[in-house]
C-alpha cells in the first residue's frame, strides 16, 4: 500500500491564482481530513469527509472548497490565493472507527508571493 | 468544547538523557488520545496511542505515556534519548467523533 499521498510536493504561487491540492489513498478509508499546519500554532483542521459525496467544514474553511466523488481521492481547491494560505497542507484518512486514528500524507508546502 | 495543551514549544535534552514531554487535555466527554511525531519535513506518524484499559502505553521507538484521568495528563516518555528521536511532537485527542483536536507541538532537540 502507497498509503495517502500528495501531489504536488511544494508550490508558489501568485496572489489571485487558483489551484488543487491533489489527495489520494489507498487503504479504503472511509474518512479523509485537510489540514494546515502554521509555525507554533499546531494543525486545524480545514475541511473533512465521512465517505463519497459527503464533506464537511472544519475550523478554517475560508477560501478552500473541497469534493469527494471517490472514496480514493480527496481533492482540495483554493479559489484565489492570498498571502494567508501560505502554509504546509496535510491530507489524512481514517477507518470508521470510534478510536479515529489517522493517516498522514507527506504534505503540500505552499506559498502564495 | 476539547482542547490540547502542550505548553513547552520545546525542549532541549542531551542523547542518552531521559526526556517527558507534556500534554493535558480538557474534555467534557471520554477521550481517546494519541501522540504523533514530525520528522523534518514529513508528515505525522503515529507514535501511540490510548484508548482504553491499561494507563501506561508503549509505542514505536522505545516511548510510552501514561494516561492520568484525574490530572487530565498524557504525557509522553521515553528513558534514554536518541540524535534520531530529535522531531516536533503532537499531543491530540477526540472524543469519540471523527475529528482530532491537536496541541500546538513541542519541538524535541537532541544534542550531543
Known amino acids: 500500500n502507497a498509503g495517502v499521498t500528495q501531489t504536488p510536493k511544494f508550490r508558489i504561487l501568485k496572489i489571485g491564482q487558483s489551484m488543487t491540492l491533489q489527495c489520494a489513498q489507498d487503504?479504503?478509508?472511509?474518512?479523509m481530513y485537510w489540514y494546515r499546519q502554521d509555525p507554533g500554532m499546531g494543525l486545524k483542521l480545514i475541511y473533512y469527509?465521512?465517505?463519497?459525496?459527503?464533506?464537511d467544514k472544519g475550523e478554517v474553511p475560508n477560501g478552500y472548497n473541497v469534493s469527494r466523488s471517490t472514496t480514493e481521492d480527496f481533492p482540495l481547491r483554493l479559489e484565489l490565493a492570498a498571502p494567508s494560505q501560505t502554509s504546509v497542507y496535510f491530507c489524512a484518512s481514517g477507518p470508521r472507527r470510534d478510536s479515529n486514528e489517522q493517516f498522514f500524507g507527506p504534505g503540500t508546502r505552499l506559498t502564495v508571493l | 468544547a476539547q482542547s490540547v495543551t502542550q505548553l513547552d514549544s520545546q525542549v532541549p535534552v542531551f542523547e542518552e538523557a531521559p526526556v517527558e514531554l507534556r500534554c493535558n487535555y480538557s474534555?467534557?466527554?471520554?477521550?481517546?488520545l494519541f501522540w504523533y511525531v514530525q520528522y523534518p519535513n514529513q508528515g505525522l506518524q503515529l507514535l501511540l496511542k490510548?484508548?482504553?484499559?491499561?494507563?501506561l502505553v508503549k509505542g514505536i521507538n522505545g516511548f510510552e505515556a501514561e494516561f492520568n484521568k484525574s490530572q487530565t495528563s498524557f504525557h509522553l516518555r521515553k528513558p534514554s534519548v536518541h540524535i534520531s528521536d530529535t522531531a516536533e511532537y503532537f499531543c491530540a485527542l477526540t472524543g469519540g467523533g471523527n475529528k482530532l483536536t491537536f496541541g500546538t507541538g513541542t519541538q524535541l532537540k537532541v544534542e550531543l
Open positions: 487503504m479504503n478509508h472511509n474518512y
Open positions: 490510548y484508548l482504553s484499559g491499561s494507563t
Open positions: 469527509s465521512v465517505g463519497a459525496g459527503i464533506t
Open positions: 474534555s467534557s466527554v471520554s477521550v481517546y
